[in-house]
Nanobody, 125 residues
């Protein structure tokens, strides 16, 4: 069982930055692929970025490439999402997710086994 708790969301002006954190529990955290998803009002949840336990294996949505960076610190059971050059269209609830014991980085939400409650990110214009 893995429990995930996100933090770091908030209100920021367009062009600003935020760094989200997701702290996980469980002995197998280091072997989980971790993903960040987001859901804007009235829209479906979408993949943002993911990282396998092999840290060089990452995956980004096109909307995130060049602006967002995912990283992890297995010693702290934490995955991060550094978001730069934020846009109003980045406004959403951001959730982290874990997929157990894999080196793959899927983009489909059904592939992930555990989810956090989410943290709100609001970007004002």
């Amino acid at each position: 069982q893995v429990q995930l708790v996100e933090s770091g969301g908030g209100l920021v002006q367009a062009g600003g930055s935020l760094k989200l954190s997701c702290e996980g529990s469980g002995r197998t955290f280091a072997r989980n692929t971790m993903g960040w998803f987001r859901q804007a009002p009235g829209k479906e949840r979408e993949f943002v970025a993911g990282i396998s336990w092999i840290e060089s294996n990452t995956n980004y949505a096109e909307s995130a490439k060049g602006r967002f960076t995912i990283s992890r610190d297995n010693a702290k059971n934490t995955v991060y999402l550094q978001m730069n050059s934020l846009k109003p269209e980045d406004t959403a609830v951001y959730s982290c997710a874990a997929k157990s014991l894999t080196a793959k980085v899927p983009i489909a939400e059904y592939e992930y086994d555990y989810w956090g409650q989410g943290t709100q990110v609001t970007v004002s214009s």
